[in-house]
DNA sequence: TCACCCATGTAAAGTGTTACATGATTAG
DNA sequence: CTAATCATGTAACACTTTACATGGGTGA
């Protein structure tokens, strides 16, 4: 890439911050959204959710209660989530939440976004946890829709990465070259395991 | 895994947040490595910077002029890199960052870290940055130690996540366990690249 | 003169990390 | 009575995102 095609990019990026003046509804980070979505498989307590993060390969979210609870609060204040109180003989009581009908809503809206280039350059976490929630919440026509359109955008994309391989290799280090490798092959096992995927569903469907 | 299993490991994390009190040195964050590790690798100016992670696909760091700006303020404020100030006929003036001596030993330290669980576990981003930078820094022999480490843990943690996998299996949605599968799979596709590229530093080093 | 490029910054808001704090019950 | 488990929180600080602001130069 020349350094026109450079300086295009950055330009398009200044003005998008510039531009995306974002609208009345907050925003939620993807903590919010991998509790909304584990909170709609079934009400739990800020310490169910903990122990999820600690004990199963979700993501790597944090399962610190400084990051926990505090998002739970903010979810609450929303309106997305509702919690009821259990007084336990015994133990002590436990705050059990669970999604509201706002809270399917945003839920929904999440998972019903387009994927977007931007995503599949720096976010890809995201798309990952948006599929492992979508049979649950929309269903396995909406998760082939889903992996048909991941499909067609990093299809586009690997190209463009073998350009900027081949464009910075004679610079690099050995190193810097395999991480970029790296890279690369993650992407392009992606690929497969969406079309692998792709046919599980269509096998399901028949 | 059984309760007990889960609840241990809350407990050792908890235990965790309890005494990992950080020491005198501030602490430098993953885009502040990013920016030592290219600037060791030549001077530049916060705009060439951004121009970096704007057109090339390093790690998937943000462009935004508000993260690298303070980023660079605090690197210098910490002594760990310089600025000079080219006053330049026509264009306006730029200030090229270049490394301290200190910030050349913050750098060599934080690339002689463990590959830890932590690490394998959440911050996998980290790892491939610390081995991008590790030949430029530290040398060929020293890619290849951290090859060899990373290896190591790797090779331990994959059954682990197929037990997850194993135990948790029928109690999900498909895209939920295909969603898991993906992440083991880009863990099995890491393992593989690192034995490649050991056998590369290896025919090098012949 | 307008669009575009080069170049550097700040302010506000949101979020995450780290560490600390509390309280009740059960098993040994 | 002590450790471990269940359970919920807060405060301080650091960092990122988003948006805004500025200013000089070049080519059509």
Chains 1, 2 share one sequence.
Do not use: C
């Not at 907050?26 to 909170?39: Q, V």
């Not at 993501?59 to 209660?65: A, K, T």
């Not at 392009?188 to 469907?205: A, N, P």
Request: no cysteine; glycine share 8%.
């Amino acid at each position: 890439m020349g350094l026109a095609g450079a300086s295009r990019i950055l330009l398009d990026i200044t003005s998008r911050y510039d531009t995306l003046r974002t609208m009345s509804e907050r925003k939620i980070a993807l903590l919010g959204y991998a509790l909304l979505g584990l909170l709609h498989q079934k009400p739990s307590s800020g310490y169910d959710l903990r122990k999820i993060f600690a004990t199963t390969p979700m993501g790597g979210f944090s399962d610190s209660p400084g990051a926990i609870y505090p998002a739970l609060q903010r979810l609450q204040q929303s309106g997305l989530i509702r919690a009821r109180v259990e007084d336990r003989a015994g133990l002590r009581r436990r705050r059990v939440f669970s999604l509201s009908a706002a809270g399917v809503a945003a839920l929904e809206k999440w998972l019903a976004g387009p994927v977007t280039r931007n995503d599949l350059m720096r976010h890809i976490d995201d798309l990952m946890l948006r599929f492992a929630f979508m049979d649950g919440v929309k269903g396995q026509a909406a998760s082939l829709e889903f992996l048909k359109n991941f499909r067609k955008d990093l299809s586009a994309y690997i190209p463009e990465l073998h350009g900027h391989l081949n464009a910075l290799r004679e610079h690099m280090t050995v190193s810097g070259r395999l991480a970029l490798e790296s890279g690369i092959l993650s992407y392009e096992t992606l690929l497969h395991w969406i079309k692998t995927s792709i046919v599980t569903y269509q096998k399901i469907k028949r």
